[in-house]
């Protein structure tokens, strides 16, 4: 599915965090590999130093994982240069590191993040780095909805980020709040979730399980993002996939946004795909 994925760096160490999540996404699917720098008009020296002195790094790395990798440098606007990239490299997977000023904006109004997110014809993978020196994640939490648009890009997703670090994956689902459910947190095996749980959900663990992938479900009531965020911190799990939020501004608005109060609060790496493939 993803033959080809683009890493975009800068300056910033978070952003060649994010890259290293991708280098070892292309070294799991044998995919070729961009490392991208876009400078902006007017950067200064020290930084554009940082960027390239990042990517001679990422380089190395992919050298000795044997990953074909190439480097593309440009000037001008970091957006409109990596939608070019896209189109002229027929990118299928793009890595980009949130800002730290990017969790002040409501709805990430602004930022580089929601404009590649948004206006990309590729999928995007939104990398928040909380923990820069722990790239290894052990246990990974994947929070799902009854409904899963791009199921099956969903699940790939998360099955090759676990098979590239040996990772456990944990399936979560959070239901609203029923009576029978008071008494706490229902462990299910793989089989039950199956039975109680959706179809789309059904469809997600097969995948797993399809690909040798270990993994288990967890389901608890109540919201959906409080609840994301306690139990990652909770069983200290390392990275959270997240699919990017479908809910119009008029209802993040009203309701609230999961995505971005689980961005604001996540205690550990979080990564936002917005899937573009279809099933």
């Not at 980020?161 to 462990?187: C, D, Q, W, Y």
């Not at 479900?217 to 994301?228: F, K």
Request: hydrophobic residues 45%.
């Amino acid at each position: 599915m993803y033959l080809k994925i683009l890493a975009a760096v800068n300056e910033h160490l978070n952003s060649e965090v994010a890259a290293r999540y991708a280098l070892h996404l292309a070294r799991e699917l044998d995919a070729k590999l961009f490392v991208c720098f876009v400078a902006k008009k007017g950067m200064p020296q020290q930084d554009r130093l940082s960027a390239e002195d990042a990517m001679k790094r990422l380089f190395n790395e992919a050298a000795d994982l044997n990953i074909q990798a190439e480097g593309i440098a440009e000037i001008g606007d970091p957006v409109a240069e990596i939608r070019k990239i896209v189109h002229h490299e027929g990118i299928s997977l793009v890595f980009a590191a949130t800002r730290r000023e990017d969790i002040q904006k409501r709805f990430f109004t602004g930022t580089i993040a929601r404009s590649l997110s948004l206006t990309l014809p590729c999928s995007v993978a939104l990398v928040r780095v909380v923990h820069s020196g722990r790239l290894h994640p052990a246990k990974i939490l994947v929070p799902v909805k009854a409904r899963i648009d791009h199921v099956k890009e969903r699940a790939c997703f998360a099955t090759h980020m676990a098979r590239a670090f040996g990772s456990k994956v944990f399936v979560f689902h959070t239901s609203k709040p029923l009576t029978k459910f008071f008494h706490g947190e229902i462990h299910l095996t793989p089989p039950e979730w199956e039975e109680r749980l959706s179809r789309d959900i059904s469809q997600f663990m097969g995948y797993l399980k399809q690909h040798a992938v270990e993994y288990e479900g967890r389901l608890l009531p109540g919201r959906t993002a409080r609840n994301i965020t306690i139990e990652a911190f909770a069983k200290r799990h390392d990275l959270i996939i997240m699919g990017a939020s479908e809910r119009s501004l008029l209802a993040s608005l009203l309701k609230g946004n999961p995505v971005e109060e689980v961005l604001r609060e996540t205690p550990c790496d979080l990564i936002i795909l917005n899937p573009r493939h279809e099933d």
